[in-house]
Every structure is written in C-alpha cells, then in structure tokens.
C-alpha cells in the first residue's frame, strides 16, 4: 500500500523559506510523477509543481523562479525549495505521486506565511 508523508511546513515570515519533503512508502516502481497541489480555504486544490520522472519540471506560474522542485527516483521522495514567500502561499500543501493511472496523495502539511 502506497503512503505518502510530508514535513516541513510551518509559520514563516513573508520573505522567508521553507522546504518542504515528501517520502513515498509501499511502491517497488517508479513514480511517472511527483509533485506538490495545494489548497487555500475557499479556494480549489491546484498545482504547484510537479517533476517527471524524465526530469520535466512544470511550475504554476505564480511560483515561477521562487519555487524549486527536485526529487529522487531511487528513493522515491520529493521536496519543496519555497523562497522569498507570499501570504498568498499560505495553504495546506498536498504531496502527489502519480503512477500509471493512479493518484496517491499525503495528508497535507500547513504552510502560513504572515505579512
């Protein structure tokens, strides 16, 4: 059974830095992708970023150039490089590992960023 878990979020300062990390447990495979959604109150899950297998990385744009994403295909894991963050960031950060035609997600972490 394939289990996703996420550290690393928190309260940070607008400005700040955080890094988040995910751990995929249960899978012998290659994940074709993993990636971070997240989820501000009121407001529907979307894509932050999410890297392939391959090393094709895609970013929301409203990440572009703050946000870096990098993975281990070995271990099955993928992190969250956040830079110079906004309040608008704040949201719970969903990890995603997708898999032929399955999705698998974690349990969310918080991120808040004050202004």
């Known amino acids: 059974q394939v289990q996703l878990v996420e550290s690393g979020g928190g309260l940070v300062e607008a400005g700040g830095s955080l890094r988040l990390s995910c751990a995929a447990t249960?899978?012998?495979?290659?994940?074709?992708?993993m990636g971070w959604y997240r989820q501000a109150p009121g407001k529907q899950r979307e894509l932050v970023a999410t890297?392939?297998?391959?090393?094709?990385?895609d970013y929301a744009h409203s990440v572009k150039g703050r946000f870096t994403i990098s993975r281990d295909n070995a271990e099955n894991t993928v992190a969250l490089q956040m830079n110079s963050l906004k309040p608008e960031d704040t949201a719970v950060y969903y990890c995603?590992?997708?898999?032929?035609?399955?999705?698998?997600w974690g349990q969310g972490t918080q991120v808040t960023v004050s202004s």
């Open positions: 249960g899978s012998t495979f290659t994940f074709n992708a």
């Open positions: 890297l392939s297998n391959g090393g094709s990385a």
């Open positions: 995603n590992a997708h898999l032929w035609h399955v999705d698998f």
